[in-house]
């Protein structure tokens, strides 16, 4: 069973410019998480994706944002890139089932540099 | 508000002794309890979770965690740390209910690194 897919692994973009990154579910898997990582912030939620419906939304300025297709893939973009967007970003799936407990499975995350 | 409190950055531990790393948790409801391990340069490892039942569950790699109501606890446990335990430990916490879309919300800790010394 494959797992969670994200690309690029590795990235390097000038301040200013925009990025998007991919990240594909493990099949079956409908609901889909961006993390922001850092060394000084820890794991810092981004948004949710639920049937190509954003769920929630963490504390980011609207220069962040995603989408989620109908197989569920989802892509997250950042335009206007600054110094402080540099981080490890993180895609989680997770099946949706309340009541289950279903926990994440993570991605390898996509390494950010802005220069 | 949901919350997830790790009250230690880091936890030294000698290799062969028993490891602990803290997690406290805030949640409306029964909660489902989550922690995730994550190596230099990867992503988060799911380790072991608590739904219901016992309160002592066991995980990955002879990791157990222990789930108190009473005070809001889910401490990770190892009876005999490993080096190759180093990382950085993160716990979570998944409302058992979720709000009138069904929407189940989670809240990770700020993390734990874990040292073994050997």
């Known amino acids: 069973k494959a797992g969670v897919t994200q690309t690029p692994r590795y990235l390097i973009k000038t301040r200013g410019q925009q990025v998007t990154l991919s990240c594909s579910p493990i099949s079956g898997h409908r609901s889909v998480s961006w993390y922001q990582q850092t060394p000084g912030q820890g794991l810092q939620f981004l948004f949710e994706?639920?049937?190509?419906?954003?769920?929630n939304k963490g504390n980011f300025p609207g220069r962040f944002s995603g989408r989620q297709f109908s197989n569920s893939r989802s892509e997250m973009n950042v335009s206007t890139l600054e110094l402080g967007d540099s981080a490890l970003y993180l895609c989680a799936s997770s099946q949706w089932d309340r009541g289950k407990g279903y926990g994440y499975t993570f991605g390898s995350g996509t390494r950010l540099t802005v220069v | 508000a949901q919350s997830v409190a790790q009250p230690e950055d880091q936890v030294n531990v000698a290799e062969g002794n028993p490891l602990t790393v803290k997690c406290t948790y805030s949640v409306s409801g029964n909660p489902y309890l989550f922690w995730y391990v994550q190596y230099p340069n990867r992503g988060l490892q799911f380790l072991l979770k608590y739904i219901t039942g016992d309160n002592l569950v066991k995980g990955s790699y002879g990791f157990e965690a222990e789930f108190n109501k009473s005070q809001t606890s889910f401490h990770l446990k190892k009876p005999s740390a490993l080096v190759s335990d180093s990382a950085l430990y993160f716990c979570?916490?998944?409302?058992?209910?979720?709000?009138?879309?069904?929407?189940?919300?989670?809240?990770f800790g700020t993390g734990t690194k874990l040292q073994v010394i050997p």
């Open positions: 979570a916490v998944r409302d058992g209910v979720g709000n009138s879309g069904g929407y189940q919300k989670v809240t």
């Open positions: 994706y639920f049937s190509e419906t954003q769920r």
